[in-house]
């Protein structure tokens, strides 16, 4: 059953320090989105990419937060250094149907900064 | 810029009534919707698109959504709600005419079906 992988799915940190979540998209996706969701703010775009190139990362604050794709089976989100209102759940999705085809979700990266 | 609206906070309807949630959406190319499901603690997952042709598409678990060029809308409708059916509904575009294939979502409606 294919499916979007994130890790961590829980992480506690103290403010200040570095994190970096992963996801392992569904193979043979070409496209991988980052999504932020707070309940003041909604599900927002932080970035996203198609063939491992990065198209848009206008939505992710640029001095703390960096999104890669070192291969295709692997995205990573990191965040140096982390403050507390960057808490929230991080999502990955994954498409593979271009413009047309839904995004499979992951089941999130929940992050606690203290 | 492609933007979505959900206006309603939350929406409650007893178990059997008909279900409609609301959607606007605006984007300059053509309207590519989708609807997504949440439940608590979990990732979100695909109902239904529009892409193109019939106005009404159906989707998973019974939902069907209506997409009306002139209003801007894609409204998610059910004919009988289930308790089940009780998670927080997304709405989301894409611009068609657009290469970038960036999918915008809305703030999220939480329906409550009670028994």
């Known amino acids: 059953d294919a499916r979007v992988t994130q890790t961590p799915r829980d992480k506690v940190t103290e403010m200040g320090q570095e994190v970096t979540m992963r996801c392992q998209p569904i193979?043979?996706?070409?496209?991988v989105f980052w999504y932020r969701q707070t309940m003041m703010q909604g599900l927002e775009l932080l970035a996203y990419?198609?063939?491992?190139?990065?198209?848009?990362d206008s939505g992710m604050p640029k001095d703390r937060f960096s999104a890669e794709m070192p291969d295709a089976t692997l995205a990573t989100l990191k965040i140096q250094p982390s403050e507390p209102r960057d808490s929230a759940v991080y999502f990955c999705?994954?498409?593979?149907?271009?413009?047309?085809?839904?995004?499979?979700f992951g089941e999130g990266s929940r992050l606690t900064v203290l | 810029a492609q933007s979505v609206a959900q206006p309603e906070d939350q929406v409650n309807v007893a178990e059997g009534n008909p279900l409609t949630v609301k959607c606007t959406y605006s984007?300059?190319?053509?309207?590519?919707l989708f609807w997504y499901v949440q439940y608590p603690n979990r990732g979100l997952q695909f109902l239904l698109k529009?892409?193109?042709?019939?106005?009404l598409v159906k989707g998973s678990y019974g939902f069907e959504a209506e997409f009306n060029k002139s209003q801007t809308s894609f409204h998610l409708k059910k004919p009988s709600a289930l308790v089940s059916d009780s998670a927080l509904y997304f709405c989301?575009?894409?611009?068609?005419?657009?290469?970038?294939?960036?999918?915008?979502f809305g703030q999220g409606t939480t329906l409550q079906v009670k028994p």
């Open positions: 999705a994954s498409g593979g149907e271009g413009r047309t085809g839904e995004l499979f």
């Open positions: 193979l043979g996706h070409n496209t």
């Open positions: 990419f198609r063939n491992r190139a990065p198209l848009d």
């Open positions: 984007v300059s190319g053509n309207p590519y």
């Open positions: 529009y892409i193109t042709g019939d106005n």
């Open positions: 989301a575009v894409r611009d068609g005419s657009s290469n970038t294939g960036k999918l915008i």
